[in-house]
């Protein structure tokens, strides 16, 4: 077995430079999101074409995780920058409140509906993924006021799970780490363990008259990428109904294809009532994230006399980031790279699962285009990912335990062969 160890990440191309005067390098003045804050090492990224990503010394990396779980059509597309383009210059940005409204939002709207399992849907946009499920939760807990149902107030979440960092999000996320220091989190929130149906029949049982509704990411994602207990979506979305309560998916990264469908209520035939997206919509080239509301939660709120809904992001609507939506969505689809991440999905997953050793690496945990790689004990991610830079590949290190890929669709067998072959190579070198 690998002896762990405490790894220090040795840096690359941190970009700094000299106090005037003095010899001392100044840090840099951006606060990196999700980093300790005292970091000073970083490996500078320059420029991306298709599943590649490039340092400022010129060295290329593929992206194992699609940057951060979202680029899908790959990077450098000159389609998206003159999609993105023409829309600035015709229409840079302008709101959406109450009555004014914009072609792109329109039209990015009637195209994400149609993809969606509900009929007659509508979206909400927001800036993120973040923003979207703060969306989803007020949503849920008005359409049950204004239905006269005001003691609904509840809202079920799972351990691990991550919803991101606002503080909805924080709340719901099921990873301790994210509630340290913030102070007391939103009150009417329960967690069960995520594939504990029998859990979350017991909360229904005792609180099933006020749960709003149950938040759940078809596939657990950014703890570690973990696939559901078979049933167990559709048992949630049983006791939902029985209960009156809401059903909410998190699919900020399992929509638009990662697992080989639009959606991942889709890939498992399971509906809910609202739907978070955010991430491979646009493939990151711009941000934009949002709600997919079914009729169930419309027809309370588009009925109930004199209603205002009082939600709203400055950006949500933005013109130039639906455009970039629209030709996102159009690659994605014209490519067929629904299929692809199937083919994607096999590859890398028969590659990875060749590795499992039971002594290095003792398990893949995987769906579609993405990935969980579990390490044995002894095994520091944090030393994986150093390795696999060393070799040209970008992946992510998750808790004590994992190393995550979910690269573009848009990656080449050879690319796909190349993150085997340096996962290999790496926890080699991490047992030497």
């Given at each position: 077995?690998?002896?762990?160890?405490?790894q220090?990440?040795?840096?690359?191309?941190?970009?700094?430079?000299?106090?005037?005067?003095?010899?001392?390098?100044?840090?840099?003045?951006?606060?990196?999101?999700?980093?300790?804050?005292?970091?000073?090492?970083?490996?500078?990224?320059?420029?991306?074409?298709?599943?590649?990503?490039?340092?400022?010394?010129?060295?290329?990396?593929?992206?194992?995780?699609?940057?951060?779980?979202?680029?899908?059509?790959?990077?450098?597309?000159?389609?998206?920058?003159?999609?993105i383009?023409?829309?600035i210059?015709?229409?840079d940005?302008?709101?959406?409140?109450?009555?004014?409204?914009?072609?792109?939002?329109?039209?990015?709207?009637?195209?994400?509906?149609?993809?969606?399992?509900?009929?007659?849907?509508?979206?909400?946009?927001?800036?993120?993924?973040?923003?979207?499920?703060?969306?989803?939760?007020?949503?849920?807990?008005?359409?049950?006021?204004?239905?006269?149902?005001?003691?609904?107030?509840?809202?079920?979440?799972?351990?691990?799970?991550?919803?991101?960092?606002?503080?909805?999000?924080?709340?719901?996320?099921?990873?301790?780490?994210?509630?340290e220091?913030?102070?007391?989190?939103?009150?009417?929130?329960?967690?069960?363990?995520?594939?504990?149906?029998?859990?979350?029949?017991?909360?229904?049982?005792?609180?099933?008259?006020?749960?709003?509704?149950?938040?759940?990411?078809?596939?657990?994602?950014?703890?570690?990428?973990?696939?559901?207990?078979?049933?167990?979506?559709?048992?949630?979305?049983?006791?939902?109904?029985?209960?009156?309560?809401l059903?909410?998916?998190?699919?900020?990264?399992?929509?638009?294809?990662?697992l080989?469908?639009?959606?991942?209520?889709?890939?498992?035939?399971?509906?809910?009532?609202?739907?978070?997206?955010?991430?491979?919509?646009?493939?990151?080239?711009?941000?934009?994230?949002?709600?997919?509301?079914s009729?169930?939660?419309?027809?309370?709120?588009?009925n109930?006399?004199?209603?205002?809904?009082?939600?709203?992001?400055?950006?949500?609507?933005?013109?130039?980031?639906?455009?970039?939506?629209?030709?996102?969505?159009?690659?994605?689809?014209?490519?067929?790279?629904?299929?692809?991440?199937?083919?994607?999905?096999?590859?890398?997953?028969?590659?990875?699962?060749?590795?499992?050793?039971?002594?290095?690496?003792?398990?893949?945990?995987?769906?579609?285009?993405?990935?969980?790689?579990?390490?044995?004990?002894?095994?520091?991610?944090?030393?994986?990912?150093?390795?696999?830079?060393?070799?040209?590949?970008?992946?992510?290190?998750?808790?004590?335990?994992?190393?995550?890929?979910?690269?573009?669709?848009?990656?080449?067998?050879?690319?796909?062969?190349q993150?085997v072959?340096?996962?290999?190579?790496?926890?080699?070198?991490?047992?030497?």
């Amino acid at each position: 077995m690998c002896q762990r160890t405490k790894q220090v990440w040795p840096g690359r191309g941190f970009l700094s430079a000299p106090i005037p005067g003095s010899d001392v390098m100044a840090k840099s003045a951006f606060l990196h999101p999700t980093t300790p804050p005292a970091e000073d090492q970083f490996l500078t990224i320059v420029r991306g074409e298709g599943a590649l990503v490039f340092g400022d010394d010129g060295k290329a990396y593929v992206d194992g995780m699609a940057s951060l779980w979202y680029c899908t059509i790959g990077h450098g597309r000159q389609e998206m920058a003159d999609a993105i383009s023409r829309q600035i210059t015709t229409l840079d940005a302008f709101h959406t409140f109450e009555r004014y409204t914009n072609p792109p939002v329109e039209e990015a709207a009637a195209r994400i509906a149609a993809l969606s399992p509900f009929d007659d849907p509508r979206v909400f946009f927001t800036g993120s993924g973040s923003e979207a499920v703060e969306t989803a939760i007020k949503l849920a807990r008005i359409t049950h006021s204004l239905a006269g149902d005001t003691d609904r107030k509840i809202i079920v979440s799972r351990v691990p799970s991550y919803h991101g960092v606002a503080f909805a999000g924080t709340t719901l996320t099921g990873l301790p780490a994210f509630h340290e220091h913030v102070g007391p989190l939103l009150p009417d929130v329960l967690r069960v363990p995520h594939d504990d149906l029998a859990a979350l029949e017991e909360v229904f049982a005792t609180s099933g008259d006020r749960i709003a509704a149950v938040i759940a990411e078809p596939v657990v994602g950014a703890p570690g990428v973990y696939p559901p207990a078979p049933g167990y979506l559709e048992g949630a979305r049983r006791l939902c109904d029985e209960h009156g309560a809401l059903l909410i998916f998190d699919e900020v990264i399992t929509g638009f294809g990662r697992l080989g469908t639009w959606f991942g209520a889709i890939h498992y035939g399971v509906t809910p009532d609202l739907i978070t997206f955010a991430k491979g919509v646009t493939s990151g080239y711009l941000p934009l994230g949002g709600v997919v509301v079914s009729r169930r939660v419309l027809d309370v709120l588009e009925n109930a006399p004199g209603y205002f809904l009082r939600h709203g992001h400055t950006y949500s609507g933005h013109p130039t980031v639906c455009a970039a939506a629209l030709a996102n969505l159009a690659i994605v689809e014209r490519e067929g790279l629904l299929e692809r991440a199937k083919h994607v999905g096999q590859r890398l997953g028969d590659g990875l699962s060749g590795l499992i050793d039971g002594d290095r690496i003792v398990e893949v945990r995987a769906v579609g285009a993405m990935f969980g790689v579990g390490l044995a004990d002894g095994l520091d991610p944090i030393r994986i990912r150093e390795e696999l830079i060393d070799r040209g590949v970008i992946a992510r290190p998750i808790g004590t335990s994992t190393v995550a890929f979910c690269p573009p669709l848009v990656i080449t067998d050879e690319h796909i062969d190349q993150c085997v072959s340096a996962l290999e190579e790496a926890v080699t070198a991490a047992c030497g």
